[in-house]
Structure formats: C-alpha cells, structure tokens
C-alpha cells in the first residue's frame, strides 16, 4: 500500500506535458506519479493499493490518470475525498474509488479489500475501517466491467 | 427549482430533484485532442460506426494547436479521419479553444453540454448546464446522444456591491475559492446571482463560470438576461436566446455572500488555487513570464484590459509576455481594433489561438525556478513544464501591470 498527501492532481499523476504519449498508453503509464515519487512504476506491484487523503484526482479531464493508475496493477485507490470526473473515471474504466477515512493508513501496511461488504481490513494494524456503499449505478457500472462494457451489452444506458 | 433541476428535468423528460440519478440528453458533446483520441476508441471499443448526431459532435484540436510533435500530428490525423468518416465537425489547429468557441456558435441557455475537458463549465455563463467529463463518458453521449447525471445540489453565491477599478470577474472566483477551498463545491452546482453578477458582461462571466471546477463544482450557472442576449446578439445568433432563472422557492444547500466592494486584486500561489492571497498581501515576487489567453482569460475584454494599463510602456527587461487568443475571432476582433498592436508594441509576443502554454506542451514551457504570472485557470505543480518552476494566478490587469514591473504587480495605480 502506497501512501499520498492531500489534493494530488491529475497533474501529478499524469503530467500534462506527457500529452504526446496519451495514444501510447504502456509507455504513458510509466511516468504515473513520477513527481512525487520518482520511478513510482518501477515499484508498484500487482494487487497494490494507492491510499490518499483529500481531494484526489483533482483538475484535468483526462481519463487517462484513471487508466494509467489500473494498468500500473493498482487494485483500488482509497482516498478521504475524491474530485468528482475523476471518480466517474475510475468506475467507467473499471477501477474502484473507495472514499473512506485513510487517516490511520501508514505506507506499506497489507491490506484487504471487501468491495461487497464495504470493508478493508488492515493486516498490519490488524484493524477494520468500513465505507459505505457504492450508489447503485456505479455497483452496476463495477459489475458490468466498466461503462464500455455496459454500453456494449445493452446498446444504451441502463443504469437507472 | 434550482437552474440545475430545471434544466436537467427538462432534458430528463420528467421532473428530478437533487440527488436524483437521471439519464439525460444531450445537446452538444465534444472533445480536444487530448481527450478525443481515448473518447474515439472508446466508441469503436463499443461497437458503433456512427455518432448520433454528428452537427453536435465537434471534435477540437486545439491543444496541440499546431502541433509541435509527430505523435500529436498522429493523433491529429486520426481524429480528422474519424470525424470525415461520421460526419461530425472538426474545429482544426487555429480557430480556438473549445469553451471559447462553442460559447461563441453553440451554446444557448437551457442547454446540456458535455465536453471532454474539466473546463466545459465555461458555458455555464450562458445559462447551460455544461460539465467536464472523461473521455468514456463522452464517448457515451457522442455515440447516444444521453449521459447519467445526479442531479447536483446547488451553492448559491450572491455578489453585491460595485467591483472597485482594478478589481474583476477573475478576482471574484479566485476569492471565493480561497474562502470555499479546492473541494469547496465537490460534485455541486454553483449558482451565481446578485447585483454585481447582474452586472458582469459575458466575458467576465465565463470567466468565473470556467474556474468553477477549481472549487470541485460539476457546473457554474448563471441565470439568463440581458448581458446573454447581448452576447447572443454579438455572435449573431439572437434567436438563441431564452430567460432562465431558478425558482424564488429554489432550496440551495447553501448561500455564499460576497461584498464586491472589498475585493481587491487577487492572486493564487503556487501550487494550488486555493492558496489565495490580495495583490497586497504578495510581497517582492519576481517574474520571468507573464501568460495572457486561456479558455480563462483569452477573450477581446481581457486583452483590452491589458492593452489599457500598457499602451505606450514598455516590458520590464527581464520579463517575456506571451499572449494567446482564444479564438481566431479573437484575434481577429483584437487585430482590427488596434488592441493586438498596442500589445506587440508593449513587447508582447503572440501565439496562434489555442491552449498554448497552460497546460505545459508547448509555446512558453517553464524551466527549473522559473516563475509564471498567468491569467489561465490552474496552478499545479509542473502543469507549464518544469516541475521546480513557480505558477501564480491573476486577472489580466495584473497581469499588465506585472509585465510593467518585472514582479507581481497592482493594477490599481495604472487605472
């Protein structure tokens, strides 16, 4: 488990001046994070989890901080507070936003995601934190494998 | 009801109330090209060769605008080929930037606009309900003209009293995301009303409607009056114009007041928009450039603002100023009325219409330590280039003024 601060943009997470290498996306996901922790890709694994304080995901549009954090194997990303697109870009590209208290979260712990039960258990301090519910349309959004998936399966919007 | 309930109801065929999920239609969706490439791919990945109304699918290039790499030349050439093939519009390198443009052809009060881009809320000034969304979402409502929405709940702020000389639209938002924060209106919709608000032409209103993403809101509307009608008017499209406003009894979450007779020139420091400080306040900062334009800030207003405070000086020696229009009417408007070549004069140097600089690709990058003046709506650490370098926010006055002084600097004297 990887531990940020509070209001980490999507310019911190994608900068923009890698604009050029949005249609290269396994070359893109290389620099995710880079500011703020330097060679960031080189040390996360599969399965890990990115936990943050407020705000995460802030400013730009771009989907592709969303996607460069799943292909980079990051399993879910908590965070106390989410900006609003980016929280949509994650469930639309498959990867859960979980807003729940990370405060006591140290870096490096081993946790465990519940996402039906809206808990994570934290092997380490061997403590439970609880987080409510996704609303219905982004459980059907997860369940479906993303919006694409969605669409592709209904040829419309059924969500609601 | 609120502008946003009334709004999206309408689009919604039924009547939805806050914090209702609904699935509305859409008006106008686009993209850039930073964003449309993924939104294109993803409408392939789903399977469908066709928008659904390609009038309304405009697909913008103007970040890379032009561009400066062969893989933004690629995907350049992608979405040019996309939108021949589908029918949808291509607004190519040169005729501006998105918000800029659609405010100027397309968008009309009552409207709901998607756009790929976090500022599509500009168009809020105009009485739309315009909202910044990712590329997948966008490729939903290019491919079936609907998105899901929930229906926001609205933050009114009231502004009342006379702006002082020297104060503007940019100093109002810049202060009231210093008093709400950067999360301030998370997943709201901001209304914007009042006696000074009723006053603010068009282009100081998207400017405050642009920036109201860096509080976290969806959308910032503004009620509909004569100030739209005159711009309706302006663009050529007067029969665009409809009245809108929220209900007397329309329940808010909150009420924001704002007493504009005590604003004063505002700046955002360095590296967040909410870390706010009066022109006052700022101390010695030293610049070494300053950056009009953006989808902010680069409207004929603006530039006249600047012209104003600079005619006949000349740039400070250690300081460049770069100005990018926002649109090729823009520049045009700024050409023919002589305010361009007070600018030039001045030591000015200018770029094609489009994104520029603002978000670090090209045509004024930073380098290490350097320090940024610029009238564009974000400040986030690396967003001009390098990550050691300084961006600080301000309206185009003080902008003017900076580019006299070498250093952050107060419009005030000049006026």
């Keep these: 488990m990887w531990k940020f601060g509070d209001a980490i943009s999507t310019d911190h997470i994608i900068p923009g001046r890698y604009f050029y290498l949005r249609s290269d996306l396994p070359e893109l996901s290389k620099h995710i994070l880079e500011y703020e922790r330097p060679g960031f890709s080189e040390m996360v694994s599969t399965g890990d989890f990115i936990v943050a304080g407020h705000n995460f995901g802030l400013g730009s549009s771009r989907e592709h901080a969303a996607i460069v954090i799943k292909m980079n194997g990051i399993q879910a990303v908590l965070a106390k507070s989410f900006a609003r697109i980016f929280y949509r870009n994650c469930f639309n590209s498959g990867l859960p936003a979980i807003a729940c208290d990370t405060e006591k979260f140290r870096e490096g712990d081993e946790i465990e995601l519940f996402v039906e039960e809206g808990k994570i258990f934290n092997h380490t301090q061997n403590e439970m934190v609880f987080f409510p519910a996704f609303s219905p349309v982004m459980k059907r959004i997860l369940s479906d494998g993303g919006l694409v998936e969605h669409v592709k399966k209904y040829k419309d919007l059924k969500l609601v | ?415």
């Excluded at chain 2, 050529?236 to 020139?265: C, H, W």
Aim: net charge neutral.
């Design chain 2, 1 to 415: 009801m609120t502008l946003a309930e009334k709004i999206l109801s309408e689009h919604a065929g039924k009547e939805v109330r806050t914090g209702e999920i609904a699935v509305v239609s859409v008006d106008l969706t686009y993209t850039q090209d930073g964003t449309g490439p993924l939104a294109v791919r993803k409408i392939q990945e789903m399977g469908f060769k066709e928008v659904y109304r390609p009038t309304k699918t405009i697909f913008f290039l103007d970040h890379a605008a032009p561009s400066p790499r062969f893989e933004l030349s690629n995907d350049h050439v992608f979405l040019r080929d996309f939108a021949e093939r589908t029918g949808s519009q291509i607004s190519d390198v040169g005729c501006g930037i998105s918000h800029q443009v659609v405010a100027e052809s397309e968008v009309k009060p009552g409207d709901v606009v998607i756009g790929a881009d976090s500022h599509t809320c500009t168009g809020g000034a105009l009485g739309a309900f315009a909202t910044g969304v990712g590329s997948t979402d966008a490729a939903v409502a290019i491919a079936l003209g609907k998105i899901w929405l929930r229906v926001p709940e609205t933050i009114r702020i009231v502004v009342e009293g006379n702006l002082p000389i020297g104060v503007y639209g940019k100093d109002i938002i810049l202060h009231l995301i210093g008093k709400i924060g950067a999360a301030g209106a998370t997943y709201k919709a901001l209304e914007f009303t009042g006696g000074t608000i009723q006053h603010l032409e068009m282009s100081g209103r998207m400017t405050i409607a642009n920036m109201a993403v860096e509080a976290g809101a969806k959308v910032g509307l503004f009620p509909s009056d004569r100030m739209t009608q005159d711009w309706l008017n302006r663009m050529g499209r007067p029969q665009d114009f409809r009245k809108l406003s929220s209900d007397p009894d329309a329940i808010y979450e909150k009420t924001v007041m704002i007493n504009a007779k005590e604003l004063k020139p505002t700046i955002a420091c360095p590296h967040q928009v909410d870390n706010i400080k009066t022109v006052d306040e700022i101390g010695e900062v030293k610049v070494d450039q300053v950056y009009l334009g953006t989808s902010c800030n680069g409207r004929l207003e603006d530039f006249q603002i600047a012209a104003m405070i600079l005619k006949g000086k000349k740039i400070h020696p250690n300081t460049r100023m770069i100005v990018t229009p926002g649109s090729r009417r823009v520049y045009l408007e700024a050409l023919k009325d002589g305010t361009m070549e007070t600018l030039i004069e001045f030591g000015a140097l200018a770029m094609p219409p489009g994104c520029g600089a603002c978000v670090g690709l090209h045509e004024g990058v930073l380098g290490d330590g350097e320090v940024c003046l610029a009238t564009q709506p974000r400040n986030f650490k690396g967003r001009m280039g390098s990550p050691k370098s300084f961006i600080y926010l301000g309206s185009p006055a003080v902008a003017a003024a900076t580019a006299i002084e070498g250093k952050i600097a107060d419009p005030r004297k000049y006026l």
